[in-house]
């Protein structure tokens, strides 16, 4: 493994925060507050939680976690899949996007294979509707608290991390009561969740904290908003039109 980016066939390379490392086939890479890629010392995050390796000539990517999933999507956040503790998936892009939160952090990686399964994009619809992504029509409302909740990432250039507002902060930086914002996230999750999006449903075993990182985690790496909806933030007709 090295920290340059080659081009060889049959190789996978990994990119957080401007870095690169290349694995060839027959190694294993290991990603968490230890191993080849460390990301951070973060008490939230499992010493050893994401594991890339080739087995049976394909590239996986495996949950080695114990309580942590990954939310896995292809570059242009078409096909979306979460990554559970102990489950693996192949990795068949040519490019794809890792995102993942532990605590109040939310952390973002890439993968590119040299020799990808797919070389195009999946159909929009797959046989049991559970992976896909569907276009989700939201309010302008709903939508600047999601661009809210997800500015630090939103602002971020490229992969790496960034640590979330707390709704009291989201809600200040909208000029709303926290009441409401908390009302319209209960909506949005509600409507993403009927979407079939999980880790949003709410009740007594689902944090709040968790709850906001979920939403974070699904809109970005399903592309639902982008750096150009930062806009929003910063628009005061539409900041006033929402209130």
């Avoid at 081009?7 to 290349?22: L, S």
């Avoid at 078409?78 to 503790?85: I, M, N, S, T, Y």
């Avoid at 991390?161 to 999750?189: H, I, Q, Y």
């Avoid at 990182?213 to 639902?224: F, I, M, N, T």
């Amino acid at each position: 493994m090295s920290s340059v980016e080659p081009e060889q066939t049959g190789t996978v390379t990994i990119e957080y925060a401007g870095e690169y490392f290349t694995v060839s086939p027959g190694q294993q890479f290991l990603i968490g507050r230890e191993g080849d890629l460390e990301l951070d010392d973060n008490r939230f995050l499992h010493r050893l939680f994401l594991s890339v390796e080739e087995a049976g000539g394909m590239w996986w990517l495996v949950n080695i976690g114990s309580r942590l999933s990954a939310t896995v999507t292809d570059t242009e956040g078409r096909v979306q899949a979460q990554l559970a503790p102990g489950a693996r998936l192949p990795i068949v892009f040519a490019s794809t996007t890792v995102v993942f939160s532990a605590g109040p952090t939310t952390y973002e990686l890439s993968i590119t294979t040299a020799q990808p399964a797919f070389r195009e994009t999946l159909p929009e619809v797959d046989a049991d509707g559970d992976s896909t992504i569907g276009a989700v029509p939201l309010t302008v409302s709903q939508k600047l608290l999601i661009v809210a909740l997800a500015e630090p990432v939103l602002r971020r250039e490229g992969t790496g991390m960034s640590e979330l507002p707390s709704s009291a902060g989201a809600a200040e930086r909208l000029g709303w009561a926290l009441t409401r914002f908390n009302r319209k996230l209960d909506n949005v999750c509600d409507k993403l969740d009927r979407q079939g999006v999980p880790g949003l449903r709410g009740g007594v075993t689902s944090s709040a904290t968790n709850r906001r990182v979920r939403l974070v985690e699904h809109a970005v790496a399903s592309r639902l908003i982008t750096r150009a909806d930062l806009a929003m933030l910063d628009d005061p007709e539409l900041l006033e039109s929402a209130r």
